[in-house]
């Protein structure tokens, strides 16, 4: 008598260990389809474990890219998000995301901005018309490749008090020892006198800490330091997404009527306190139409340091926290004309405005300059440009029951 065939295996009945082999190659959109097949699939999924696995593959694998917001965030969808993968920076997916469906913006709210991208999750808010200074901005997480969003419940401190100016800072960071996504919003306080032209800081506010895991709000103790005057955030094209990935953010300031004195100060997301990071002690000696920016290479942190038309320095710091471990790496003088520094971003790669409205991409192994078309500058304006570093990720944004 003739053997039965053997009926197939499914998937579902595949060793845990070979299945999860599988599935960790599929991408986060796909994975979430699955979580639907079944709830042992839903369980295996939703493992910890297995969402960091999936993310470090992709990360090793070089599944990074970067993405071009225009206007930011392109609300009215007129402008597509281009994402350009890193192992071909010059190829453009303009249909690689698209705003979640469920995002209602309110009436009144015209304005957005990036806070930052870690492990797959955008931050974002959402900012009413200039001329209404009674709304805070509403505050946003989302997980593009699973479609997830989260609307952050309100703060406490509000970030306009009317009678006074408010200059709002928001970061996005992951604290890897609580394994938590935080955002940290604070405020610099300053009076207006009489001359509309001029502002003095007065003093900086409570410092208030979203925990995702937690999904609320609290203030802290520690406040910004006292003693510095101004964060020196470039307000123009810029890389969203280097800091904040190691428990720690970062802000390149300035101390009190000392425009050339500069400073780093940290915050601990683990410990929820300030600290600060000594800049290079010859950065601080140069005249003050030397440009600093700060980003990040290889992961360790890196102060870059140029003039108009002249050289690129880029210092790094080999080993976090400590002043003697700051090295000069690079030095950029083969470029001509306004190249304005960006950062490092993807493989190691430099990041450079160009002329005729254009980015570059710098490898520094191959001493190659790919340039990258930047679409409808004309209409919006470079300033309006933010690229944002991304990878596809399974990291869900509730937060833990």
């Known amino acids: 008598m003739d053997k039965l065939p053997k009926q197939p295996t499914t998937m579902e009945k595949l060793p845990e260990e070979i299945l999860s082999d599988i599935l960790i190659r599929l991408p986060a959109k796909q994975l979430a389809q699955f979580r639907c097949v079944s709830k042992p699939m839903n369980a295996l999924l939703s493992q910890p474990s297995f969402i960091k696995s999936h993310l470090h593959r992709s990360i090793h694998n070089n599944d990074e890219m970067f993405m071009v917001f225009y206007s930011e965030l392109c609300l009215d ?183 050339t004195k500069h400073t780093i100060v940290a915050f601990d997301l683990a410990t929820e306190t300030f600290g600060e990071i000594p800049v290079p002690d010859s950065i601080p000696q140069y005249k003050k139409d030397r440009t600093k920016l700060f980003g990040h290479l290889s992961g360790n942190l890196c102060v870059m340091s140029y003039m108009e038309d002249g050289d690129i320095e880029v210092w790094v710091m080999n080993e976090y926290g400590v002043a003697e471990s700051w090295v000069k790496h690079h030095v950029f003088s083969q470029f001509s004309g306004n190249i304005v520094p960006l950062g490092f971003i993807l493989n190691k790669e430099f990041l450079l405005q160009g002329d005729k409205n254009r980015l570059a991409l710098y490898d520094q192994i191959a001493a190659k300059v790919n340039s990258l078309e930047v679409i409808a500058t004309s209409r919006f304006g470079f300033d309006r440009v933010k690229i944002v570093s991304y990878v596809d990720s399974l990291v869900w944004i509730a937060p833990a029951s």
């Open 77 to 259: 969808g007129e402008i597509p998000i281009i994402a350009h993968p890193s192992h071909s920076p010059d190829i453009e997916n303009p249909n690689f995301i698209n705003l979640p469906a469920s995002l209602t913006i309110p009436p009144g709210y015209t304005h957005s901005s990036i806070i930052g991208s870690l492990n797959g999750l955008i931050c974002f808010g959402l900012w009413p018309t200039y001329t209404v200074f009674v709304r805070d901005p509403i505050i946003c997480i989302w997980n593009p490749s699973l479609n997830a969003l989260r609307i952050l419940p309100p703060y406490t401190i509000p970030a306009s008090l009317g009678f006074e100016g408010i200059d709002l800072h928001i970061r996005f960071g992951y604290d890897p020892e609580t394994d938590d996504y935080k955002v940290v919003k604070f405020s610099r306080l300053f009076q207006q006198p009489a001359s509309a032209f001029e502002s003095y800081f007065k003093e900086w506010l409570e410092v208030e800490v979203y925990s995702m895991r937690k999904g609320s709000w609290k203030l802290i103790n520690d406040r910004f330091p006292s003693h510095v005057g101004w964060i020196s955030e470039f307000a123009g094209l810029s890389i969203i997404g280097s800091d904040g990935h190691d428990g720690h953010i970062h802000w390149l300031c300035e101390l009190n009527g000392k425009i």
